[in-house]
């Protein structure tokens, strides 16, 4: 078994699905990456154990409790990051 912290699959997840709805701003490695971690450092880690290898679905990750936290800091990540890129 390892732990693993829930929280980093499910701001990725959300990150995909609000920037695939942007066309307006930088989507590079550097941006995204700058926006998963602003996101991640202002929300509480969630760990759970698994085994290794083991993944969560989509759907899963979507049931999650907290999305709606996560949302809002995908959210406020997008608009800090694009605001001043270090691209
Ligand atoms: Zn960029």
Redesign the pocket.
């Known amino acids: 078994m390892e732990i693993y912290n829930l929280q980093e699959d499910l701001v990725e997840v959300i990150l995909d699905e609000k920037l695939a709805e942007r066309s307006d701003i930088?989507k590079?490695d550097?941006?995204q990456v700058d926006m998963m971690v602003y996101a991640l450092n202002r929300l509480p880690s969630r760990y759970v154990s698994k085994k290794r290898g083991e993944t969560f679905s989509r759907l899963e990750l979507a049931d999650t409790q907290g999305r709606t936290s996560v949302l809002a800091a995908v959210v406020s990540a997008i608009k800090v990051v694009s605001e001043s890129?270090r691209?």
């Open positions: 930088c590079c550097q941006c890129p691209h």
